[in-house]
């Protein structure tokens, strides 16, 4: 995580808290917790491996990993200013399975929370991105970046990442390299 001025307070965006076995997924179930981030649908999957397996450090979660999973959900509230632009950027690719010429989708969604832990609109507050597994391989696991921008609305913001169904060959999304800054010129 960026440690910068402009830098916000998300919280292991590599997913390297939760220490587990090299190339061995640990899963997680919904309410469980991978570090600061909560499961909240689905089964996810931590895998950890050989360097340059994972965007970023030895670390990424799959938002699913078996045939008969559900779709899976992680979640973080951070602290954020309302009124303030920030940049969600992160890395997504395909779980390699030898099936992986198949698009996934990444829905990325942000809710602004007031002291009380009432819900509020947020600009900008959903979107999608897909990812094309075509070539993705073990050795090759071709990571994409992308970035998300929204205007917070309060002083919490949960973020969200949910892989949305497609079919059931259990093919997921991952996830790596979670980082949040305020957008350059923007000011509390």
């Not at 899976?72 to 602290?79: H, K, M, N, V």
């Not at 994409?144 to 929204?150: A, E, G, H, K, L």
């Amino acid at each position: 995580m960026d440690s910068g001025p402009d830098s916000a307070a998300l919280q292991d965006g590599s997913f390297e808290s939760a220490a587990i076995p090299d190339q061995a997924p640990r899963m997680f179930s919904p309410g469980e917790r991978v570090g600061p981030w909560t499961v909240t649908g689905g089964k996810v999957y931590l895998w950890k491996g050989s360097p340059g397996a994972s965007a970023d450090s030895r670390q990424h979660l799959a938002l699913s990993g078996g045939a008969f999973d559900r779709p899976g959900s992680i979640q973080q509230t951070i602290a954020t200013t309302p009124g303030v632009w920030y940049w969600l950027t992160f890395h997504i690719t395909v779980l390699a399975n030898g099936d992986a010429e198949r698009v996934r989708t990444l829905a990325v969604e942000a809710q602004g929370r007031d002291e009380y832990g009432q819900a509020h609109h947020i600009d900008h507050g959903y979107q999608s991105y897909s990812v094309d597994g075509t070539g993705v391989t073990s050795t090759e696991p071709g990571w994409r970046q992308r970035r998300f921008v929204f205007k917070a609305a309060s002083s919490q913001t949960s973020l969200k990442f949910t892989e949305i169904p497609t079919d059931s060959d259990g093919v997921g999304v991952c996830l790596d390299d979670v980082c949040l800054t305020r957008a350059p010129g923007t000011v509390s």
